[in-house]
């Protein structure tokens, strides 16, 4: 567990509007911290550069109704991703054709919710291909990024660049260190250790943490996102995590009752 001095969160100040807004930019939607430490200098350099790119393509919004508001995000990640597959095609992020796909299927197609996962021949890097289903934006997905290397730096995901799937989709690709488990970590153990870092349960189950000052969401530490390694560390390796927007526009909160 961290104690204060390594709790990333320990000087974190209350603001008058602990709500991120919808459209803004990195600074005006992620506490400072995580833009200086949301990983290696070199890796959050990219991933600002990247959520620079989509939130470039954003237009004011309003209150919508939920179909509105489905319309409205789909093209919104529409036009993220024809933003962000120009400045790829330009910074030389995009992937070999079909190399992701390759290895995946050799390792029998792992999958879960959001993420298609191998391991690398190195064999001891684990390989992700995103498909934002997470996420109402790419900008919000870069912020993810950013915030779990802040918040949980045993386990960095490092932005490798992008590709474009089997079915002409365009996806981010990260890599993380393999993580040898023990055990997977039950809520007795997560709990007390969010909340030593300044969050709240925000369900039942014990799954889902805000934290109330500097107004961040971190979900689903269940017993496989959340484990013990060989050398007994609790160490969160993926969880989704967003910063807290209005609930008027991002219909996912309330049904956390956070907002």
């Known amino acids: 567990m961290k104690t204060d001095s390594q709790n990333p969160l320990s ?13 803004g930019t990195l600074s005006e939607r992620v506490p400072p911290e995580a833009l200086r430490r949301g990983g290696s200098p070199e890796q959050v350099a990219l991933i600002r550069a990247a959520a620079d790119v989509a939130s470039g393509v954003h237009r004011p919004g309003k209150a ?3 179909a509105e508001h489905g319309r409205a995000q789909q093209e919104r990640l529409d ?11 330009r910074e030389g992020l995009i ?4 190399e992701f796909g390759k290895h995946w299927r050799a390792q029998e197609e792992i999958e879960g919710a959001e993420h298609e996962v191998y391991l690398g021949n190195d064999g001891r890097t684990v390989w992700k291909r ?3 289903s997470y996420h109402h934006s790419w900008q919000e997905y870069f ?8 918040l949980f ?4 995901m490092a932005l490798q660049g992008f590709d474009v799937d089997e079915e002409g989709q365009f996806r981010p690709v990260i890599t993380q260190t393999l993580i040898v488990i023990d055990r997977g970590a039950a809520r007795q153990d997560v709990q007390p250790w969010m909340e030593a870092q300044g969050f709240k349960v925000a369900d039942e189950k014990g799954l889902n943490f805000y934290h109330p000052i500097a107004g961040i969401i971190v979900e689903d530490l ?12 609790l160490i969160v390796f993926d969880p989704v995590i967003y910063p807290i927007v209005p609930d008027n526009q991002i219909p996912r909160f309330t049904r956390l009752g956070l907002i």
């Open 130 to 132: 995103n498909n934002l």
């Open 222 to 233: 269940h017993d496989e996102n959340a484990v013990f390694d060989m050398n007994g560390r």
């Open 64 to 66: 919508a109704s939920r």
């Open 79 to 89: 036009r993220e991703a024809a933003a962000l597959r120009e400045w790829a095609e």
């Open 153 to 156: 730096p045993e386990a960095p």
């Open 95 to 98: 992937l070999p054709t079909g």
């Open 11 to 23: 000087d974190s100040k209350p603001t008058e509007n602990q709500h991120a807004p919808i459209f």
């Open 143 to 150: 912020e993810r990024l950013l915030l779990h290397n802040w």
